[in-house]
């Protein structure tokens, strides 16, 4: 099983930022696709980045410009550096992974425990 482990998030004024993290650990075998997701306040979980194995980034159109995510390989960890950060930014943050056990098995999907960040004027 793999465990994934976020750190970074917390309470920041308009136009700040804030780089959350989230690193894998566990018999993982290699990881495919690594993504963020945010869920605000009363809202549905919505896809925020993802990056690909090599390197692949996409993003969603409210976060353009404004949010980069990379990823280290070596160390199974993902970051997300936020700037330019406003109220509509203000959700639970969930980093999630696809993942392989063994070179013979498919990926599956795990999800981080998520992290908060509350953006205020």
């Known amino acids: 099983q793999v465990q994934l482990v976020e750190s970074g998030g917390g309470s920041v004024q308009t136009e700040g930022s804030l780089t959350l993290s989230c690193t894998a650990t566990?018999?993982?075998?290699?990881?495919?696709?690594m993504s963020w997701y945010r869920q605000p306040p009363g809202k549905e979980r919505e896809l925020v980045a993802s990056i690909s194995s090599v390197g692949t980034t996409d993003y969603a159109d409210s976060v353009k410009g404004r949010f980069t995510i990379t990823r280290d390989n070596a160390k199974n960890t993902m970051y997300l550096q936020m700037n330019s950060l406003n109220a509509d930014d203000t959700a639970v943050y969930y980093c999630?992974?696809?993942?392989?056990?063994?070179?013979?098995?498919?990926?599956?999907?795990?999800w981080g425990q998520g992290t908060q960040v509350t953006v205020s004027s």
């Open positions: 999630r992974v696809n993942w392989r056990k063994d070179m013979y098995s498919g990926t599956v999907p795990a």
């Open positions: 566990g018999n993982v075998f290699n990881i495919a696709t």
